[in-house]
């Protein structure tokens, strides 16, 4: 059984840096996909960044396209947040799914994703 859990969050100003880390334990696969999704207050549970396992095909929100990267180094997931603003506070997830090994597809929907982590909250401050 896969788990996943996010550590890094906090309290920032805004145009800080933070970094975001997912430590996933448990068998893992070349063919998973990575995503990282938030959810504000009152809000649904949104998408923000996917790639591949294997760092392949990595997409991005539009509202954090240039400020936030996503990347993997062995079993630990990251998403490298710069440029912050007071609209990236957010409870923020990270999830995996499996896909089959040809495929090179990535998914940005909630649905899409079997296993998540608990959340870490966020917080910009202007």
């Known amino acids: 059984q896969v788990q996943l859990v996010e550590s890094g969050g906090g309290s920032v100003q805004a145009g800080d840096s933070l970094r975001l880390s997912c430590a996933v334990s448990g068998r893992t696969s070349n063919s998973w996909v990575i995503g990282w999704f938030r959810q504000a207050p009152g809000k649904e549970r949104d998408f923000v960044a996917a790639?591949?396992?294997?760092?392949?095909s990595p997409i991005y929100a539009e509202p954090v396209k240039g400020r936030f990267a996503v990347s993997r180094a062995t079993d630990t997931l990251y998403l490298e947040m710069n440029s912050l603003k007071p609209e990236d506070t957010a409870v923020y997830f990270c999830a995996v799914r499996a896909t089959p090994y040809w495929s090179n597809d990535v998914y940005t929907r909630t649905e899409d994703y079997g296993s998540w982590g608990q959340g870490i909250q966020v917080t910009v401050s202007s």
């Open positions: 790639m591949r396992w294997s760092g392949d």
